[in-house]
C-alpha cells in the first residue's frame, strides 16, 4: 500500500475513534479524550496553548487545550479537535456567518 494510503487511513480510523468517543461521553475534555484514544492504542497527548493580551479591563489570558497523536511507525503528527465547530460559535450570527459555520467540520483531524 502507498504511504499516503496509509496515513489516510490513519486519519480516518482516528477520526472514527474521536467520534465513537464523543459519542460514549469520553471527550468532555482533552485531557479525558487523550486518555481514552491512549487505551485504544493511539500515542495521544494533550497540548496547550496560551495567550495573554492587555484588554482596557485588564489581562486576558485566552487558553485552548487539543490532542496531539503521533502515528505508530513515525509520520507527521496529527492534531484532534473534537468540537471543532464549536469554537467558532457567536452570540450573534448572521445568517451568512451560520450557513458557513454549518459546512465546517464538527470534528477536525490534521497533519501538524
Avoid: W
Avoid at 457567536?90 to 458557513?100: C, D, G
Amino acid at each position: 500500500m502507498h504511504c499516503s494510503c496509509l496515513a489516510l487511513r490513519g486519519h480516518l480510523q482516528l477520526l472514527e475513534d474521536v467520534r465513537a468517543l464523543k459519542r460514549k461521553g469520553a471527550a468532555s475534555s482533552a485531557a479525558v479524550l487523550a486518555a481514552a484514544l491512549t487505551a485504544r492504542g493511539h500515542d495521544a497527548t494533550v497540548q496547550r496553548q496560551s495567550a495573554e493580551s492587555n484588554y482596557t479591563a485588564g489581562i486576558v489570558r485566552l487558553a485552548h487545550e487539543y490532542v496531539v497523536v503521533q502515528p505508530h511507525g513515525g509520520g507527521e503528527p496529527m492534531i484532534v479537535e473534537p468540537s471543532f465547530r464549536e469554537l467558532f460559535h457567536i452570540a450573534y450570527a448572521t445568517p451568512r456567518y451560520k450557513s458557513v459555520l454549518e459546512a465546517a467540520p464538527t470534528e477536525l483531524v490534521v497533519t501538524h
